[in-house]
């Protein structure tokens, strides 16, 4: 089956111009719309950003100016000043655009990046066998390597997806996002004088992986509470590598047709990262025994790199982290 240009939604979500601490490349959003009209033609686009931002030039075909939510607060240091995160920001603008959506499939697409291409719609229907007692996604969810980490600080690490990219089912991107905003964390004054935060000693998950343990514990509900950044065992593991295989394509940035603003590209790949050659592989393991993985690419590539940096990571983390709490 190919899906129709017509058929598809872009939600644009973010700020257009530098907005309170994130800076913002001049004209960034003007070229990620335009990229939308050329590579995508036929598609809606959606721009969901903030009230009070200077959306002169650009010509969406909805235009969502959201109430700002504010940073949420994730964290206290030990002096009890708060540390704020964009969750709630990333998840209303990009819920409130899914929502306003009429097409049976959506992307959602940073408004600092843009489109280089049109490859992750035949990506998403060219891995067509799939695991049914792992899919809870009604069809497979294209999503971006960059910033998808299989390893963090040396170690493996589970529901650590890339926030950049999403395309597919409207229904499936709205699992995602359309979860409710989080809570501020609220201080506990029994605890004034160390650092407070989810996972306090060990180390706070990432901003993606709290989003990420936050939607799949709404579509699975043993899927556990992920305490802190490196929590795993085998069997979290498992079931993170097969949910992946049966739920995403997981692709690099050129290999989507993803554009991305210059301090988002890496020199070359890292190797904490998924690759696309890790997700053929999954794939083989858990859905198309036929399919044929590239196993000794992967080793090449990026295998050796793993094997001799990631030791490396481990002990440079434990010693920054035991010196932090001393």
Not at 92 to 99: I, V
Not at 165 to 185: N, S, V
Not at 306 to 311: A, E, F, H, N, T
């Amino acid at each position: 089956m190919s899906i129709d240009f017509k058929d598809i939604s872009v939600i644009v979500q973010g700020p257009v111009q530098a907005y309170q601490g994130r800076d913002q490349q001049a004209g960034i959003t003007h070229q990620c719309l335009q990229s939308i009209r050329t590579h995508l033609p036929g598609a809606t686009i959606i721009l969901s950003t903030w009230e009070g931002q200077d959306c002169s030039g650009l010509e969406p075909d909805i235009l969502l100016l959201n109430k700002d939510p504010g940073g949420t607060i994730a964290a206290y240091d030990q002096h009890g000043k708060p540390g704020k995160l964009n969750f709630n920001r990333q998840l209303l603008s990009t819920a409130a655009g899914l929502r306003q959506a009429r097409t049976p499939y959506a992307i959602k697409l940073r408004s600092d990046n843009y489109l280089t291409g049109n490859e992750f719609v035949t990506a998403q229907q060219a891995y067509p066998v799939r695991n049914q007692a792992d899919s809870l996604f009604t069809e497979r969810v294209v999503v971006n390597t960059s910033y998808f980490r299989k390893y963090a600080d040396g170690h493996r690490v589970v529901m650590l997806p890339s926030d950049f990219f999403h395309f597919g089912r409207t229904e499936d991107l709205l699992k995602i996002w359309g979860i409710p905003l989080f809570d501020d964390l609220v201080f506990n004054p029994s605890q004034s004088g160390r650092p407070q935060y989810r996972g306090y000693p060990y180390i706070i998950p990432h901003a993606e992986q709290i989003y990420c343990n936050a939607w799949l514990q709404q579509l699975d509900k043993q899927v556990p509470y992920l305490e802190h950044r490196h929590q795993q065992n085998a069997a979290m593991v498992e079931y993170w590598d097969r949910f992946m295989a049966s739920n995403f394509v997981v692709m690099e940035p050129e290999q989507i047709g993803l554009g991305l603003i210059p301090r988002f590209i890496a020199k070359q790949k890292r190797p904490n990262e998924m690759s696309y050659l890790d997700w053929q592989c999954l794939y083989q393991r858990y859905c198309d025994t036929n399919f044929v993985a590239p196993k000794l690419k992967l080793f090449t590539q990026l295998g050796w790199k793993r094997l001799v940096k990631l030791p490396f990571s481990r002990l440079k983390f434990s010693i920054k982290h035991s010196k932090r709490h001393k």
